[in-house]
């Protein structure tokens, strides 16, 4: 998806994982306006925290009527893989965090000595449930261009001389070979996934070589940050948790 520059703000927000309340708070602190404001949220709506079902409709909401774009992270895409194949999936999905977007689509539930039966129970009741929203996840794009900037979730591989090579997979998944290397390409990426407080200690945005880390890993403690774009000049706006990482 590619678009060209436009005078007003980007909005670039990233990794809320649940984090409902902290992104409301965010959007009423930049005086978010979608009549001059594109707002860009670069995945990982979902897991870890308590209120993702909340998060993702609002998200939805967001796109639907006020023109936001929202890019597909990991999370998503592990929440769709283990809709589409409960069984197979489910490992890898609940050892990152799935229990709580779980209960907060369908109440309590325990996994205690549960039987695979319960896991295609559950799958069945979201996707019966909530269709539209499970359509609208797999549908999520993987990047949003402009002349200056591409967002993307996690980053690309940067031994392509297109950028558009970089496997599906690796736009959500992959950290190091992308955070380790300058890239050639003259846009600069604006990504999340890896936490900015593992790439120079603190939460706040991280400033690289034409690589820009928004994620504050909010559900885990610290804060959600929004990347303010204006006129060519950039500018921090953040909120602190509320609560520390549900797991």
Known sequence: MRCINISNRILAISDIHGCYNEFKELLSLVEYDSKVDQLVLIGDYIDRGRNSKDVIYFVKELVTECNAIALKGNHDKMFCDWLDDPIEQRE?????????????????????????????????????????????????PYFYETDDYIFVHAGINPVHEDWKMTSEHELVWIRVPFLKADHSFSQTFIHGHTPSIHLHDNADIYYGNKKIGIDGACVYGHQLNCLEIKDGEMKQYYVKSRESLRV
């Not at 965090?97 to 559950?122: P, Q």
């Open 92 to 140: 890898r999905y609940f050892r990152n965090g799935a229990l709580e977007t779980i209960r907060s689509f369908l109440g309590e539930i325990h996994i205690e000595d549960v039987e695979d039966e319960s896991y295609l129970k559950w799958a069945k009741e979201i996707l019966e449930s909530h269709e539209e929203i499970v359509t609208f996840m797999k549908q999520l």
